[in-house]
């Protein structure tokens, strides 16, 4: 739990400092890491299932997602980025959808190609 708890630090430090907007509109710190952060204790713990908090966020990036393909890629990228940073369960991850109900925006593997 202490590993997690570093490393979602060390991402805020790490986004706090290289990321701004991106494109003019989505900002991965601003609009995603406090999203996908919730989902960590799923995708890179052993909690059952993911939290409340974490769907509510992933149905919100899943609808800002959907308006425009520009904020999609961005999205993508950004999501592509902080997994780096862990090592994420991608048969977990792959729930996230079904058990969130919301519809993928990006590839749900290792390096997703977000073109």
Known sequence: MAKIVLTLFALALIL????GDVNGGVN???D????????SLFVLAQ???PSEECCVGLQSLA???????SD???LCD????LEKFGIVNY???????????????????????CS
């Open 16 to 19: 706090g400092q290289t990321n």
């Open 28 to 30: 991965c710190e601003r």
């Open 32 to 39: 995603v890491l406090h999203l996908v952060k919730p989902c």
């Open 47 to 49: 909690d059952p299932k």
């Open 63 to 69: 609808k800002t997602a959907a308006a425009s393909q």
């Open 72 to 74: 999609r890629k961005v």
């Open 78 to 81: 950004c999501i592509k980025y």
């Open 91 to 113: 048969t977990k991850a792959k729930q996230l959808p079904q058990l969130c109900q919301f519809t993928a925006f990006m590839p749900i593997e290792p390096n997703p190609d």
